[in-house]
């Protein structure tokens, strides 16, 4: 391939895991046993995605964030059989961000990403090449997919879900290990964090209380850092933190989900200076008013582990909405208080970066104030959203509770 092209294999494929005592377990992968390589693309970038499925039963693979046509964007309707391959060719149309890519089936992406099946995909431009932030990888630049999973006494992936909903595991993974470390050598630290669980919401922070600044939203970086001890993330979004070592050589210091540990941070005791985070990141695009935009609801509803968006389960043979490209628009997400409501709900869009407008009528906070493709709507919350999709096709919206999504509460829009 030209230095302007790339190619990707791809390789949907059966493995054992010993995730305990060496205990193997089930699993499948991407290229290996359990979950799958970053794929590293740059802006501007023509990539073709060879993706051989070596399962026995049917997969797609879906880029989630990635801005591409809806032919190329590996939902429902991009099956790949047992034995076939999958070659969708798209030039990379946005900026530098943190994406992912897991299986999109009716009925079977919440099993086969519990095995297995999940990676990360990254966005490289100019800007985030000049602006001077920890980028070597596996040094100063880390990803972390976070995933809470429970495991039989002999070791195998135990999955469990009832009627009211999935029963949240009892072992946090991390890149597909348990009770993960890593040797600080610098003193910022850029982690990039998944929530890959199929339904668990994590608030990240630090067990020493610190602060760390967030660079980047789901789809990329924010305009400025965003000082916190805390975030949350829901499942599917993404954020980019910068942990600060200075002044902490020699230390500790654990990654927390909630209270469980997720990456224990062992300092060394001497770190080395690898510059400081930049007060402006990214120039991203003014709003504008929203008035005089066509306006669309969306009300999440579920009972249980099934839900449905506008009183309507999924159906791929029907079109719920039809949105003309390049045209903003204004979505109203709404998650209405009910008796058997089963609480929030990370609602997603293919195809697309959105901007939150506002959330219960209040401007988003400094975490909700960059390109999104994920927003989760708690219970009785209502967000507004400025959307506008730049790529032709029928792309999905959907709860990104995957069992919410594969009980039918996902929708279609046709852009044209
Ligand atoms: Cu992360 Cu419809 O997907
Ligand atoms: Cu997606
Ligand atoms: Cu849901």
């Not at 949907?12 to 970053?38: H, Q, R, S």
């Not at 610190?210 to 990329?220: E, L, P, Q, R, V």
Request: aromatic share 8%; hydrophobic share 35%.
């Amino acid at each position: 391939p030209s230095p302007d092209s790339a190619l990707y294999e791809i390789v949907v494929e059966k493995g054992k895991t010993a995730f305990i005592d060496g205990k193997e377990a089930d699993t499948l992968g991407y290229n290996g046993t359990y979950l799958g390589p970053v794929i590293r693309l740059r802006r501007g970038e023509t990539v073709e995605m060879n993706v051989a499925n070596e399962l026995t039963e049917f997969t797609t693979v879906h880029w989630h964030g990635l801005i591409v046509d809806g032919e190329d964007d590996g939902g429902p309707h991009h099956g790949i059989q047992p034995g076939e391959r999958w070659a969708p060719v798209f030039t990379v149309d946005q900026g530098a961000a943190t994406l992912w890519y897991h299986p999109h089936l009716m009925g079977n992406t919440s099993d086969q990403v519990y095995y297995g099946l999940a990676g990360l995909v990254y966005i490289d431009d100019e800007v985030s090449d000049s602006l001077g932030l920890p980028d070597e990888y596996g040094v100063d630049d880390i990803p972390l997919i976070v995933q809470d999973r429970s495991f039989r006494s002999d070791g195998s992936l135990d999955y469990r879900v009832n009627m009211m909903g999935v029963i949240p595991g009892d072992t946090l993974l991390v890149n597909g290990g348990i009770g993960q470390f890593f040797d600080v050598t610098t003193e910022r630290l850029r982690i990039r964090i998944l929530n890959g669980s199929n339904s668990e919401n994590f608030t990240f922070s630090m067990s020493d209380g610190s602060i760390f600044h967030m660079i980047a939203s789901d789809g990329g970086l924010l305009e400025e850092p965003y000082g916190t001890d805390g975030i949350t993330l829901s499942p599917g979004e993404r954020a980019e933190i910068v942990a600060d070592f200075s002044g902490k050589a020699g230390k500790t210091v654990n990654l927390l989900a909630g209270n469980r540990n997720v990456l224990e941070l062992r300092a060394a005791s001497d770190i080395r200076d690898n510059g400081a985070v930049p007060e402006r990141l990214v120039e991203i695009e003014e709003m504008g008013s929203p008035t005089g935009l066509k306006v669309r609801y969306f009300e999440l509803q579920s009972m249980g582990i099934s839900g449905a968006i506008n009183g309507k389960t999924f159906d791929m043979e029907r079109i719920d909405e039809k949105v003309r490209l390049n045209e903003p628009e204004v979505w109203i997400v709404t998650n209405p208080p009910g008796m058997m409501q089963s609480g929030g709900h990370p609602f997603h869009v293919h195809g697309v970066q959105f901007r939150i407008l506002s959330r219960d009528g209040k401007l988003p906070g400094p975490a909700e104030r960059g390109y999104k493709d994920t927003v989760f709507v708690n219970t009785g919350e209502e967000v507004r959203i400025l959307i506008r999709f730049s790529k032709v096709g029928v792309f999905m919206y959907h709860c990104h509770i995957l069992e919410h999504e594969d009980n039918g509460m996902m929708g279609q829009i046709l852009v044209e």
